[in-house]
């Protein structure tokens, strides 16, 4: 599935997008940030504080314990402040 | 309601625009094509959120804004806060646009139009769009201050009024 | 609050303008007259009240308005509640323009603008000048149906509406 | 001192202003207003249901108690609908 990432989330790992095969046992997006934090420091670092970083699913708001299967994109950012 | 209006009626012409853009806007122009040629309109409130400049901080006056933005979802999660707003009021038509990019104190940053019969529902309809968009609409504000940047957080206060529509 | 505006502040520079007038208005014209060169405003709020068409009268549809106005007290009136806002908002600057004489449905009939650092206190300063105007300011409606002329009486939810800010 | 009327208070009394010299025990506006509502038809048309028709003293909203003395101009008119 691709994976986004915006603002100081993307800064951090350093890529906007990514093609990620996730293992069988990453269920919800919460498993699937906690996979992704396991791949490096940049990514360690965006995810240091898993409840502050948000997720879209399809490009819909998902809480953490959202299932990702047959998911085609899904988006990882901080609290938006936009307005 | 005096006029046969109920929550959730949609006129079947009603005009509902979301657009999401680098360019500035027009208001006056939003506000014509809501409400030009027809006389169901009563209240157009508009909205219009600005680049505030801001020499508080110890880093320096605010250079600049960069509104990053999630292409795509942008539009469609206003999109739906768009269709939330019309199944509470009766509106005759919204418009949201927010822009993208690099923007200078003084500067548009986003706008909504919303347009009823009542005065009421077109108030109420704005704060919500206004309110609903801080904290669910994808963007990203980067600020360009003399020394740093930093990304803005969010505010607590943000959430609150987004929360008294619940 | 964060940028040490406190209600009650009067930036000395502020724009407040009240008009009573037959002509139609600009509300972009009046949006920029506020905002324009200056960086300080950080959301403005503008409504637009329009003679709205209604046909569901047994008198036959509306053909026109007629306000009636006490000039004089109309602007002192409408200048004493921008006074009132100020005190209560941290208001960079407020117009309210009214019209007077003959208008027909589609027609511009009163603007409020209100130019604020803060989204907040710019929708509620609108919306408090919009109430407080319907139930102070000195203007009658004269309402020409096919068949009669009638005076539109007040209605109980624009007092209601003016209670809620007390 | 002068008499303004507007809307059907104005309608009602055929006309939109006059000159009244009130007698000595006409203190307050509801007074006057009684004391108006005697000068004929008119007048008692406009002011049958007293508690309906409001009154400004100088240019300013003022109570059926508020005492007229020294005001330069007082005004007739029904509840407001501008806006």
């Known amino acids: 599935m691709k994976i986004l990432y915006f603002a100081w989330v993307r800064e951090r790992i350093g890529r906007e997008a990514e093609e990620i095969e ?8 919460a498993e699937l940030a906690a ?12 995810f240091k504080e898993p409840k502050v970083v948000r997720a879209a699913i399809d490009r819909r708001h998902a809480r953490p314990d959202a299932p990702i299967a047959g998911a085609r994109e899904i ?7 936009g307005g | 309601m005096p006029d046969g209006h109920s929550p959730g009626d949609h006129p079947a012409d009603g005009r509902f625009t979301v657009r999401i853009q680098s360019e500035d806007f027009d208001t006056a122009a939003e506000i014509a094509a809501l409400s030009a040629g027809r006389a169901d309109v009563g209240a157009v ?17 605010l250079v600049a804004l960069t509104l990053e933005h999630y292409p795509g979802m942008a539009e469609e999660e206003i999109g739906r806060l768009v269709e939330e707003a019309r199944a509470r009021w009766p509106l005759i038509g919204a418009t949201v646009i927010h822009r993208h990019g690099r ?23 704005a704060a919500f769009l206004m309110d609903w968009l801080k904290t669910n609409a994808p ?7 003399e020394t740093v940047k930093n990304w803005v957080a969010a505010k607590e206060a943000d959430d609150a009024a987004a929360e008294r529509w619940r």
Request: proline content about 7%.
């Open chain 2, 139 to 145: 963007f990203w504000k980067l600020e360009e201050r």
């Open chain 2, 45 to 61: 409130v508009t909205f219009s959120g600005l680049c505030r400049a801001d020499d508080t901080a110890s880093e320096g006056r």
């Open chain 2, 103 to 125: 923007l200078v104190p003084g500067e548009n940053i986003v706008l909504v139009v919303t347009a009823s019969p009542h005065r009421g529902a077109a108030f109420e309809a």
């Open chain 1, 35 to 46: 996979f992704l934090a396991a791949r490096g420091d940049g990514y360690a670092e965006a």
């Open chain 1, 22 to 29: 996730a293992p069988g046992g990453v269920r919800t997006v």
């Open chain 1, 75 to 81: 988006a990882f950012f901080p609290p938006m402040t």
